[in-house]
């Protein structure tokens, strides 16, 4: 069965403390791993798509990496506005659907 | 450029009351989906439809009826509404099923009393 895990569940960092969000996924056939930034009251909005273990992909801040096992989204000197939470989903190639981990929520303070 | 439009934001339902959540997109996409998301748990996919008139089941479906009459517009409808179905629902939409990403609307928060 296809199942993704994020970890930490919440994360607190001080304004520049940098930082790691880790996805854990079992997925047959990965098609795509999307992370997603969701803000309080907001829908789920589109950050990066990788597709093959040893892929990064890089926005400001935020820089996502894949294995064959999980992803990271490395957080670099954050800043209070990268408060969020932030989503993983795999794409599996049996079933065609998306799979959403639960989240981890960072508050990052000034 | 509105994206995925979704009404109402907000809705208190009674028990057994019946109701439906309307979605709009304006990108010609073919693909959309109704998710909805629980606190502490992953969104979890209700129903999907890969273009007009063609509709699936998700993870989730008990409860719930979607349709689709035109590329633009997946209303999900609720009948006989329990507290279990008290959510946040978020449509979205796709250009295709493959891997690209979906986009989504800024949810309905349905509760229900």
């Known amino acids: 069965e296809d199942q993704v895990t994020q970890s930490p569940e919440a994360l607190r960092l001080q304004e520049g403390e940098s930082s790691s969000l880790n996805c854990s996924y079992t997925v047959s056939g990965l098609r795509g791993l999307f992370w997603y930034r969701q803000d309080p009251g907001k829908g789920p909005e589109f950050l990066f798509t990788l597709y093959s273990a040893g892929e990064e992909k890089e926005k400001e801040r935020l820089k996502a990496t894949l294995t064959k096992k999980e992803s990271f989204l490395h957080i670099t000197a954050p800043k209070p506005e990268d408060s969020a939470t932030y989503l993983c989903a795999v794409l599996g190639g049996n079933t065609g659907k998306l799979i959403f981990g639960q989240g981890t929520t960072l508050q990052v303070k000034p | 450029n509105a994206g995925v439009t979704q009404t109402p934001k907000f809705r208190i339902l009674k028990i057994g009351q019946s109701m439906t959540l309307q979605c709009t997109q304006d990108m010609n996409h073919n693909y959309m989906y109704w998710y909805r998301q629980d606190p502490g748990m992953g969104l979890k996919l209700i129903y999907y439809s890969v273009g007009a008139g063609i509709t699936d089941k998700g993870e989730v479906p008990n409860g719930y009826n979607v349709s689709r009459s035109t590329t633009e517009d997946f209303p999900l409808r609720l009948e006989l509404a329990a507290p279990s179905q008290t959510s946040v629902y978020f449509c979205?939409?796709?250009?295709?099923?493959?891997?690209?990403?979906?986009?989504f609307g800024d949810g309905t928060r349905l509760s229900i009393l």
């Open positions: 979205a939409s796709s250009r295709d099923g493959g891997n690209q990403p979906q986009h």
